[in-house]
């Protein structure tokens, strides 16, 4: 079984996909936020992709959130997470002098990456990582670290595995 959490309109073959608002018609509505992955029984899930979902949580649910992620994940298991980079947005801006605000965007640029879209209410960053706080964070629950780097932009990718 593969998980995509909070899928919104990016549904994927082959995964169960999740997310808190129906509009967005996933397989499974599920406030992740308030019920994490209780429904799912231990090590029943093979993989589980978490694509700019995590900051979405409060940053108080972040860890028994990937807690549950490693409880349902079967050993071997991976979960995959992308998220922003606090670190890189903040050298972007404030170590670069010369940076350049897109056209479309100007100045709302930096409050789009760290704050999120805010176009709806789940829209919204509630949570921030650099790579180390989020390998560490990882690595602490238990996970194997496999990959973990920035993306070459804004964003932290990491793939961890459940030993």
Known sequence: ????????FDKRKGYINIDA?????PDI???????????FENESVDEILAKD????????????????????LKHNGRIYIQTPDLEAIANKVILNPNFKF????????????VYGGQDYPENTHKAGFTINSLKQLL???????????????TNIICWARKP
Do not use: T
Request: glycine residues 8%.
């Open 1 to 8: 079984m593969k998980l995509n959490l909070g899928c919104g």
């Open 21 to 25: 608002r129906k509009d967005v018609k």
């Open 29 to 39: 509505v599920l406030d992740l936020e308030k019920e994490l992955l209780q429904r």
């Open 53 to 72: 979902f995590i900051e979405h949580l409060s940053w108080r649910v972040v860890e028994p959130f990937l807690k549950d992620c490693y409880r349902v």
């Open 102 to 113: 897109d056209q479309l965007h100007g100045f709302k640029a930096i409050s789009y990456w």
């Open 139 to 153: 690595e602490n629950i238990g996970f194997q670290i496999l990959e973990i780097k920035n993306d070459g932009g």
